[in-house]
Protein backbone atom coordinates (compact mmCIF):
# COMPACT_ATOMS: atom_id res chain seq x y z
CA UNK A 1 0.00 0.00 0.00
CA UNK A 2 2.78 2.21 0.93
CA UNK A 3 4.62 1.31 -2.21
CA UNK A 4 1.28 2.56 -4.42
CA UNK A 5 0.66 5.74 -2.69
CA UNK A 6 4.44 6.47 -3.26
CA UNK A 7 4.80 5.75 -6.41
CA UNK A 8 1.53 7.59 -7.48
CA UNK A 9 2.68 11.19 -6.07
CA UNK A 10 5.91 10.53 -7.73
CA UNK A 11 8.06 9.79 -4.64
CA UNK A 12 9.28 6.51 -5.30
CA UNK A 13 12.85 6.73 -6.66
CA UNK A 14 13.52 9.95 -7.87
CA UNK A 15 16.19 10.82 -5.16
CA UNK A 16 14.65 13.89 -4.11
CA UNK A 17 13.35 14.66 -0.82
CA UNK A 18 9.18 14.53 -0.30
CA UNK A 19 7.57 16.68 1.79
CA UNK A 20 3.91 15.15 0.69
CA UNK A 21 2.50 13.67 3.97
CA UNK A 22 1.09 9.93 3.32
CA UNK A 23 -1.49 8.21 5.04
CA UNK A 24 -1.39 4.92 6.52
CA UNK A 25 -3.92 2.33 6.79
CA UNK A 26 -4.81 1.34 10.11
CA UNK A 27 -6.00 -1.61 11.36
CA UNK A 28 -8.60 -2.89 13.80
CA UNK A 29 -7.38 -4.17 17.58
CA UNK A 30 -7.52 -7.93 15.74
CA UNK A 31 -5.70 -8.54 12.69
CA UNK A 32 -5.40 -12.30 11.77
CA UNK A 33 -2.23 -14.25 10.52
CA UNK A 34 -2.38 -17.51 8.67
CA UNK A 35 -5.98 -18.11 10.43
CA UNK A 36 -4.68 -17.15 13.85
CA UNK A 37 -5.93 -14.36 15.53
CA UNK A 38 -3.86 -11.78 17.23
CA UNK A 39 -4.63 -9.05 19.44
CA UNK A 40 -2.28 -5.51 19.30
CA UNK A 41 -0.89 -5.32 22.80
CA UNK A 42 -1.85 -8.95 24.26
CA UNK A 43 1.62 -10.59 23.12
CA UNK A 44 2.67 -12.91 26.34
CA UNK A 45 5.15 -10.51 28.29
CA UNK A 46 8.39 -12.59 29.36
CA UNK A 47 10.67 -11.40 32.57
CA UNK A 48 14.22 -10.37 30.98
CA UNK A 49 17.79 -10.59 32.85
CA UNK A 50 19.49 -8.78 30.39
CA UNK A 51 22.96 -9.87 29.85
CA UNK A 52 24.63 -7.27 31.59
CA UNK A 53 22.73 -7.77 34.85
CA UNK A 54 23.68 -10.01 37.66
CA UNK A 55 21.48 -11.20 40.12
CA UNK A 56 21.25 -13.71 43.29
CA UNK A 57 18.42 -14.97 45.45
CA UNK A 58 14.82 -16.45 44.64
CA UNK A 59 13.23 -15.35 41.34
CA UNK A 60 9.48 -16.36 40.90
CA UNK A 61 8.38 -15.55 37.13
CA UNK A 62 4.80 -15.65 36.32
CA UNK A 63 4.45 -16.15 32.93
CA UNK A 64 7.60 -16.62 30.72
CA UNK A 65 11.03 -15.53 31.28
CA UNK A 66 14.67 -15.08 29.88
CA UNK A 67 17.97 -14.98 31.63
CA UNK A 68 20.56 -13.56 29.15
CA UNK A 69 23.24 -12.98 32.40
CA UNK A 70 24.21 -14.05 35.21
CA UNK A 71 21.86 -15.33 38.16
CA UNK A 72 22.37 -17.49 41.42
CA UNK A 73 20.13 -18.88 43.91
CA UNK A 74 16.46 -20.87 43.01
CA UNK A 75 14.45 -20.12 39.58
CA UNK A 76 10.32 -20.68 40.07
CA UNK A 77 8.76 -19.94 36.14
CA UNK A 78 5.48 -20.73 35.53
CA UNK A 79 5.54 -20.69 31.90
CA UNK A 80 8.96 -20.64 29.25
CA UNK A 81 11.63 -20.16 30.73
CA UNK A 82 14.84 -19.70 28.24
CA UNK A 83 18.69 -19.52 29.43
CA UNK A 84 20.52 -17.36 26.75
CA UNK A 85 23.68 -18.35 25.11
CA UNK A 86 26.01 -15.92 27.08
CA UNK A 87 24.02 -16.55 30.75
CA UNK A 88 25.92 -18.41 33.57
CA UNK A 89 23.33 -19.54 35.71
CA UNK A 90 23.77 -21.54 38.87
CA UNK A 91 20.48 -22.45 40.78
CA UNK A 92 18.16 -24.47 40.69
CA UNK A 93 15.28 -24.54 38.39
CA UNK A 94 11.86 -25.35 38.07
CA UNK A 95 9.35 -24.44 34.96
CA UNK A 96 7.12 -25.94 32.61
CA UNK A 97 9.51 -25.73 29.28
CA UNK A 98 13.36 -24.52 29.74
CA UNK A 99 15.97 -23.93 26.89
CA UNK A 100 19.16 -24.19 27.71
CA UNK A 101 21.87 -22.50 25.47
CA UNK A 102 24.15 -21.16 28.38
CA UNK A 103 25.93 -22.75 31.07
CA UNK A 104 23.50 -24.06 34.05
CA UNK A 105 24.82 -25.46 37.33
CA UNK A 106 21.90 -27.05 39.23
CA UNK A 107 19.15 -29.16 38.66
CA UNK A 108 16.37 -28.32 36.58
CA UNK A 109 12.51 -29.24 36.71
CA UNK A 110 10.68 -28.78 33.54
CA UNK A 111 7.46 -30.27 33.63
CA UNK A 112 6.95 -30.37 29.91
CA UNK A 113 10.15 -30.23 28.32
CA UNK A 114 13.80 -29.94 28.37
CA UNK A 115 15.86 -28.74 25.26
CA UNK A 116 19.76 -27.89 25.49
CA UNK A 117 20.92 -26.19 22.22
CA UNK A 118 24.42 -26.53 20.51
CA UNK A 119 25.94 -24.14 23.03
CA UNK A 120 23.82 -25.00 25.86
CA UNK A 121 25.81 -27.19 28.95
CA UNK A 122 24.08 -28.32 31.80
CA UNK A 123 25.96 -29.20 34.96
CA UNK A 124 23.35 -30.87 36.81
CA UNK A 125 20.28 -33.55 37.43
CA UNK A 126 16.69 -32.87 35.78
CA UNK A 127 13.77 -34.46 36.21
CA UNK A 128 11.62 -33.65 33.01
CA UNK A 129 8.57 -34.66 30.68
CA UNK A 130 10.41 -34.58 27.44
CA UNK A 131 13.54 -34.37 26.34
CA UNK A 132 15.88 -32.78 23.27
CA UNK A 133 19.05 -32.17 22.80
CA UNK A 134 20.82 -30.75 20.10
CA UNK A 135 24.37 -32.12 18.49
CA UNK A 136 26.85 -30.06 20.86
CA UNK A 137 24.86 -29.46 23.61
CA UNK A 138 26.41 -30.67 27.09
CA UNK A 139 25.02 -32.48 29.78
CA UNK A 140 26.84 -33.68 33.53
CA UNK A 141 24.82 -35.71 35.65
CA UNK A 142 21.71 -37.72 35.92
CA UNK A 143 18.58 -36.93 33.61
CA UNK A 144 15.10 -38.85 34.35
CA UNK A 145 12.45 -38.21 31.54
CA UNK A 146 8.97 -39.08 32.75
CA UNK A 147 6.64 -38.64 29.43
CA UNK A 148 3.80 -39.32 31.58
CA UNK A 149 4.03 -36.39 33.77
CA UNK A 150 6.98 -35.25 36.81
CA UNK A 151 6.17 -36.81 39.37
CA UNK A 152 6.19 -34.36 42.85
CA UNK A 153 9.60 -34.14 44.94
CA UNK A 154 9.57 -37.47 47.21
CA UNK A 155 11.95 -36.68 50.17
CA UNK A 156 14.31 -40.41 49.82
CA UNK A 157 15.85 -41.43 52.85
CA UNK A 158 19.48 -43.02 52.14
CA UNK A 159 20.05 -44.24 55.80
CA UNK A 160 17.10 -46.00 58.44
CA UNK A 161 17.22 -45.45 62.09
CA UNK A 162 16.03 -47.66 64.51
CA UNK A 163 14.19 -45.17 66.47
CA UNK A 164 12.80 -42.30 65.89
CA UNK A 165 14.03 -40.01 68.58
CA UNK A 166 17.31 -41.80 68.79
CA UNK A 167 20.65 -39.71 67.67
CA UNK A 168 22.07 -43.02 66.25
CA UNK A 169 21.60 -43.95 62.94
CA UNK A 170 22.32 -47.70 61.08
CA UNK A 171 23.65 -47.16 57.71
CA UNK A 172 22.93 -50.72 55.41
CA UNK A 173 26.07 -51.98 53.48
CA UNK A 174 25.18 -52.46 49.56
CA UNK A 175 27.46 -55.50 48.47
CA UNK A 176 29.85 -54.49 45.34
CA UNK A 177 28.15 -56.17 42.44
CA UNK A 178 32.20 -56.05 40.79
CA UNK A 179 33.66 -59.18 42.42
CA UNK A 180 30.31 -61.19 41.44
CA UNK A 181 30.52 -59.34 37.78
CA UNK A 182 34.10 -61.10 37.19
CA UNK A 183 33.17 -64.04 38.45
CA UNK A 184 30.64 -64.33 35.96
CA UNK A 185 32.56 -63.01 33.37
CA UNK A 186 35.34 -64.56 34.28
CA UNK A 187 33.85 -68.71 33.20
CA UNK A 188 33.44 -67.60 29.60
CA UNK A 189 37.58 -66.39 29.28
Do not use: Y
Amino acid sequence: MLRKELERRGGWGNGGAMTTEISSETLGPTATNGGREASKGTEPKATVLASDDILSGRLQIKGSGQILGKFSGQVDCDGDLFIGPEAHVEADIKSSKVTVAGLVRGNIVATSRLKITNTGRLEGDARVGALVVLEGGVHLGVIRVHPEGVPEAKDTAIVESTARTASVVTLKTVQNPVGRVRKFWGEFF
